[in-house]
Structure formats: C-alpha cells, structure tokens
C-alpha cells in the first residue's frame, strides 16, 4: 500500500526562542524599592506590569527599548500596590515572563 498525500508527515518550523528573561525581584519580600534584573535579545519594546493573584494590573509602565543585553528596573515605592502578594510581569512581543513578589510595609 502506497502512502497518500494526507499521510505524510511534513516538518514543523522550529517555534521561535525567547528573548526574554527575568530574574526573581528583590528583595522578596519587599519593603521600599523592587529591584527588576532581566535580559533582552532585541531591541523590541518591554512593558512592565504589577498584577494582583485575581489577574488584575494595579500597575504598568513602558520601559521602552533599551536594547540586547541585561538592564534592571527599579519600581518606584510609589508605585507599589498595597501589602500582599503580586505577580511581576514582563513583556517583549509575544514573550512574556513573570515572577511572584511579597510586599510588605
């Protein structure tokens, strides 16, 4: 029996790398000043994000372009929502990265 045309198998394309990586805020937990170290493959634009466990963002920024290698971002305590626990998120296309922080007062 000779295979039919819906029997081949066809390779996939590889999916694309991440460029994007995040390292743990710190301190964690947190009092004051968070500290954002993460490392970029591209000059695409990041954005930043706090949410909240239900999903909600109680906080965003663009961080703009800052170009291939490791950079850290500094959240204001101004910005930093109430005590409790949050998800950090960092985003660069269609990659996205997050990290649980504890803050405290």
Do not use: C
Request: proline letters at 11%; a positive charge.
């Amino acid at each position: 029996m000779s295979p039919q045309a819906s029997d081949r198998v066809r390779a996939q394309p590889p999916l694309p790398r991440s460029t994007l990586a995040l390292e743990t805020a710190s301190p964690n937990p947190a009092r004051g000043v968070i500290s954002i170290t993460y490392t970029l493959q591209s000059a695409d634009p990041v954005h930043f994000e706090i949410t909240d466990v239900s999903g909600r963002i109680v906080a965003h920024r663009d961080l703009g372009s800052p170009g291939p290698g490791s950079h850290t971002y500094l959240v204001d305590p101004a910005l930093a929502p109430a005590p409790g626990v949050y998800w950090i998120r960092l985003s660069q296309g269609a990659f996205t990265r997050a990290t649980k922080v504890a803050i405290l007062r």
